[in-house]
């Protein structure tokens, strides 16, 4: 409910003239540089190693493998629309796994869930964002600059939420837990990220279409929102995962678009409508199916 509240906030803020039209972008930014790392910080230490953590990490590639090949046979049997398919193939294999994703984690399956998410986040969605959406929208792009594997990785090596994991993994023998002081600190931070997002996020949703993009945004949302989680189900059942890995990585697989892919994709002008729609009704959607997911992963 609280979400939703901070959604509806935002959404209000944006007709108030007192909000300049880039305020969802600054709010995005604060999370990016300080409310995400501090809670990679506070969290990434409590997690206990083992091989089954490999399982968050790789599942997000594997779907993505198998969503991109899905969105190219999809649009090859329509008749999409180049850009459309472009759209699709930068956006659609990646969740809202961080600013969606640790929220909800936390709401259905309590915070000793938040280090598997952050792996699923960090390791999969994260990486896919600074190298395969970056490279399908320079690919479809015309006039973007082709990405270099050293440009790739000092986006993923400066990126603040990376530099975090990094810190929080070296500090972990020897300086957690952390003092009073920083500890409170970090709280404190990490503790803004949900309504600061979704704040940003009411205040950037817009719903409008082109003729003939009904068909693709159906495709689209049931892919992300069902196909998606479902498949991850499968793959975990196959792999014999713990419960809280299964539980956490189909919740996270479950997740509705990204925001950050879809801002990738309406930088490089591949049908901005379409991808602006497909990620905020993806995102009022899964206020439907994230307790249905929930509900049916309790009892694994």
Do not use: C, H
């Not at 969503?67 to 659609?92: D, F, I, K, S, Y």
């Amino acid at each position: 409910m609280l979400v939703l509240v901070y959604l509806l906030l935002g959404y209000v803020l944006r007709r108030l003239p007192q909000f300049p039209a880039n305020t969802g972008l600054v709010l995005n930014q604060f999370v990016l540089y300080i409310a995400l790392p501090a809670l990679v910080l506070q969290k990434i230490p409590l997690l206990q190693f083992s091989s089954q953590l490999l399982l968050p990490a790789l599942v997000p590639w594997l779907l993505l493998l198998l969503v991109a090949g899905a969105v190219v046979t999809a649009g090859r049997v329509w008749g999409w629309q180049r850009q459309t398919t472009a759209a699709l193939l930068v956006v659609l294999p990646l969740g809202n796994t961080s600013f969606l994703g640790f929220p909800m984690v936390e709401a259905f399956f309590g915070a000793q869930a938040l280090p598997v998410a952050m792996i699923y986040d960090q390791a999969g969605s994260f990486v896919a964002l600074a190298t395969w959406s970056t490279i399908m929208a320079a690919l479809y792009n015309p006039n973007a600059e082709r990405p270099t594997v050293a440009s790739i990785s000092q986006r993923i090596l400066l990126f603040p939420s990376f530099i975090a994991l990094a810190l929080a993994l070296l500090l972990q023998p020897w300086a957690y837990p952390y003092p009073a002081l920083v500890d409170s600190l970090l709280g404190s931070l990490s503790a803004t990220l949900v309504p600061v997002i979704m704040i940003a996020v009411g205040f950037q949703f817009r719903l409008q279409l082109e003729p003939g993009e009904k068909g693709p945004l159906a495709f689209a949302l049931a892919v992300k929102l069902l196909a998606m989680p479902f498949t991850a189900w499968l793959l975990l059942q196959a792999l014999n995962a713990q419960p809280q890995i299964l539980q956490v990585t189909v919740f996270e697989a479950a997740m509705p678009p990204m925001v950050s892919a879809g801002a990738i994709a309406i930088a490089a002008g591949l049908a901005p409508r379409f991808v602006s729609a497909l990620v905020g009704l993806g995102l009022v959607l899964s206020f439907l199916t994230l307790p249905l997911w929930s509900a049916l992963l309790g009892g694994v």
